[in-house]
């Protein structure tokens, strides 16, 4: 009994990761170009990371300077 639903999950894995490709059409590149596409942080929100970052006690990776939470690194 085991085996046949481990069959049968194992083909709907198949199938719905068969069907999760799809060719992107001419028309649509357009938005996958898209600048808010983009997986960096956007010009708008350099700042506020940055501002961020001297005043957090840890910064994230984003941030890329450490230090105390003081504002004085």
Known sequence: MNKH???LLMALVVCGAASSCVQV???QKN?????EM???????EKNELNFES???AASGANA???G??????
């Open 54 to 56: 001297y005043r957090e």
């Open 31 to 35: 938005k996958l170009n898209d600048a």
């Open 25 to 27: 059409r001419e028309y």
């Open 68 to 73: 105390g939470g003081c504002g004085c690194n």
């Open 64 to 66: 890329g300077k450490t």
């Open 5 to 7: 639903i481990f069959k």
């Open 38 to 44: 983009t997986l960096s942080n956007r010009k708008v």
